[in-house]
């Protein structure tokens, strides 16, 4: 048996017993909170809209999600992520 072989059977253990049970948690997790929050499932794993207009503090862009209500900031590679509810006024 090859080096590249048990390397193979390696990785491919790995990514059983690793990364298939995380994503389920994962996912399982998002569904529990889906259900608790009655937030839209996408916005449970992360992926939100941003809707309105999109404001600029001098330092990052902050918007507010279109489907959940979340205040939302802009990270560097352009992806918008939650910062919670926003604040009454």
Not at 1 to 6: D, L, V
Not at 28 to 38: D, S
Request: charge should be positive.
């Amino acid at each position: 048996m090859s080096i590249e072989n048990i390397l193979g059977f390696i990785v491919a253990g790995v990514c059983c017993t690793i990364f298939i049970p995380a994503i389920s948690i994962t996912l399982i997790t998002a569904f529990v909170e889906h259900k608790k929050t009655k937030k839209p499932f996408s916005c449970c794993i992360g992926y939100h809209r941003p809707a309105g207009k999109v404001s600029f503090d001098g330092c990052s862009l902050g918007c507010v999600c279109g489907k959940c209500g979340d205040e939302l900031l802009q990270d560097s590679q352009g992806n918008w992520f939650s910062i919670g509810q926003p604040k009454e006024k």
